[in-house]
């Protein structure tokens, strides 16, 4: 058998043990893309060779294979690699001013130390400073948000009893304090961290960016989460963190700068193409018009906004001007 394939197994008994819920074989064709023959064969291996293995009742009518916890532990290790990524995802949230992520990070960093072997420990930590010191993060000037430590850790705990709140928020451009009842759902991480809550007021979901957030008291209430509704499609349909009703957008990027587009994901769901002259078009369609604005402005005379004529004017104002003269 091939190294590759004893690691994807290793890999696969250990997901068995981490999910109480077992793994499905469309569970595994997923997880490892496999077609069903393969994640058949793979799920075989794994209860041939852990025979505490067993399957595990379900309501959805698939068939699910669990391994009952400690029976892999000690095959567990963790490699300077994944150290040092844990150290870089903990280095980007103090950045970003994040202080309870953050600290949080730290903690599980230092729990997986010590649960390593002292002899592992020892081979991992030179490569893990060497690693530390050549992939180190600069901290990045400029502006960052101030959230405070204790809105988060409300919001979070309200977030995991799906408890109503009551938030005083702050407007940013009005600088009004109000008061509004909410159903928090989530964050939305970038340049600007946001709560995304279903608003009772408005009978709408929306955003409160959270260093306005200055005050959070529980209601006593609690919501059932709208199950229909997911965070990761609501931040589909926006660039950045913006809302609003999505609309077409087509952007043409000059041949100066292709390469340079081409390592971009603007968009989850973006077409990019590349033309004859050698410029690239990037097609999507989603929401935040002022936040592309913002984006659009550091690639300066080398993108052209073909859609929509909002963006463009907001962009180029000049050129928009100069073409209505004509």
Not at 1 to 10: A, D, G, S, T, W
Not at 80 to 88: C, F, M, N, P, T
Not at 102 to 107: F, I, K, P, V, W
Request: proline share 4%; net charge negative; charged share 30%.
């Amino acid at each position: 058998m091939r190294y590759e394939k004893f690691e994807i197994l290793l890999h696969l008994a250990l997901e068995m043990q981490a999910r109480r819920s077992g793994m499905s074989l469309e569970d595994i064709q997923e997880r490892f893309s496999v077609g069903r023959r393969t994640a058949m064969r793979m799920k075989d291996s794994i209860m041939r060779v852990f025979t505490q293995g067993d399957e595990v009742p379900s309501d959805d009518r698939k068939k699910r294979w669990r391994i009952p916890g400690g029976v892999v532990n000690k095959l567990i290790s963790f490699t300077a690699e994944e150290l040092a990524d844990l150290e870089a995802a903990v280095q980007i949230l103090k950045r970003d001013n994040m202080k309870e992520a953050s600290a949080n990070l730290e903690d599980l960093s230092t729990k997986l130390k010590a649960l390593m072997d002292t002899g592992v420990a020892r081979r991992v930590e030179p490569d893990l400073e060497a690693l530390l010191e050549a992939e180190g993060l600069a901290m990045r000037p400029g502006p960052k948000p101030r959230i405070s430590s204790l809105v988060l850790e409300d919001l979070r705990e309200a977030i995991k009893a799906c408890q109503k709140v009551e938030i005083r928020h702050r407007n940013r451009v009005t600088n009004r304090l109000r008061s509004r009842v909410v159903c928090p759902y989530g964050f939305l991480y970038g340049n600007r961290h946001y709560l995304l809550a279903y608003d009772e007021g408005a009978r709408d979901y929306r955003k409160f960016a959270l260093p306005n957030v200055e005050e959070v008291n529980g209601t006593g209430d609690y919501f059932e989460r709208d199950e229909g509704f997911s965070i990761e499609e609501y931040a589909e349909a926006s660039f950045g963190v913006y809302s609003e009703d999505p609309f077409d957008v087509v952007w043409k990027f000059s041949p100066e700068i292709a390469g340079d587009v081409k390592q971009y994901s603007f968009h989850p769901q973006q077409i990019m193409k590349q033309e004859e002259d050698g410029s690239v078009l990037v097609e999507f369609r989603a929401g935040g018009i002022l936040e592309m604005a913002w984006h659009l402005y550091k690639w300066g005379q080398h993108v052209e906004v073909i859609k929509p004529r909002e963006l463009a004017e907001m962009v180029h104002p000049n050129r928009m001007t100069w073409e209505g003269q004509i």
